[in-house]
């Protein structure tokens, strides 16, 4: 059983489109996130679920839009795709909000957008 | 702000050789550190972690990082590497009260067979 999984591992699409992408976890962890990382491989966090509650909403375009029906659920919406949100975006999930326990994160969603 | 540096941005050596990869970060207060290792093509995985107490840490595969204090610096050593190191290394932290982990830039480690 995989821990926490990503849909879909691979997204091609158009500029202009709108896409999601979904994270499920089955660990019983409180606190889910969704990070992106470029083609630098430099990580950075876009967002922190804590039991359904938004608790970290950082500089991010209002394209993206992130919902949790449940704790063991986050999905990724994205409008109007662009050429620069082109990258892998990692989902994670953690015991709870203070992150002490670590990360364990999905396998990833690698978005190409043309 | 919070950061995390990694000098390093790719290291190449032979396979036996011995490992250090540095990591400096930027918070004065009580941190958590963490080291991560993400395999071609893999998602990230947790190789070792630090929260308090001996600052000489030992984690999955033989790896082992010195928190030091003084010099805000969580290095990860190896004394002796595989071909199957090769991989992205990440030093992260997070301050104890915060609720997200800052991830470095990464290292790219190549072990040459």
């Known amino acids: 059983d995989t821990a926490v999984s990503q849909t879909p591992k691979y997204l091609v699409t158009q500029m202009g489109n709108d896409k999601s992408i979904k994270c499920e976890q089955n660990?019983?962890?409180?606190?889910m996130y969704w990070y992106k990382q470029d083609s630098k491989k430099f990580l950075k966090i876009m967002f922190s679920y804590n039991n359904k509650e938004l608790i970290i909403n950082e500089t991010v375009p209002n394209r993206f839009s992130p919902k949790s029906p449940d704790k063991a659920h986050l999905n990724l919406h994205i409008n109007s795709l662009e050429l620069g949100d082109s990258a892998v975006y990692f989902c994670?999930?953690?015991?709870?909000?203070?992150?002490?326990?670590?990360?364990?994160f999905g396998s990833g969603t690698r978005l190409t957008v043309v | 702000a919070q950061s995390v540096s990694q000098h390093n941005h790719h290291v190449i050596l032979s396979e036996a050789a011995s490992l250090e990869l540095g990591c400096n970060y930027s918070?004065?207060?009580?941190?958590?550190l963490f080291w991560y290792v993400q395999y071609p093509g893999q998602h990230l995985q947790l190789l070792l972690k630090?929260?308090?107490?001996?600052?000489l840490v030992k984690g999955i595969k033989g790896f082992e990082a010195e928190f030091i204090k003084s010099k805000f610096s969580f290095n990860l050593r190896k004394p002796s590497v595989q071909w199957s190191d090769t991989a992205e290394y990440f030093c992260?932290?997070?301050?104890?009260?915060?609720?997200?982990?800052?991830f470095g830039s990464g290292t790219r480690l190549s072990i040459r067979p």
């Open positions: 918070y004065g207060g009580t941190v958590n």
């Open positions: 630090y929260f308090s107490g001996d600052p």
């Open positions: 992260a932290v997070t301050p104890s009260s915060a609720s997200k982990i800052i």
């Open positions: 994670a999930s953690s015991q709870d909000w203070q992150t002490q326990s670590g990360y364990t």
């Open positions: 660990l019983g962890h409180d606190t």
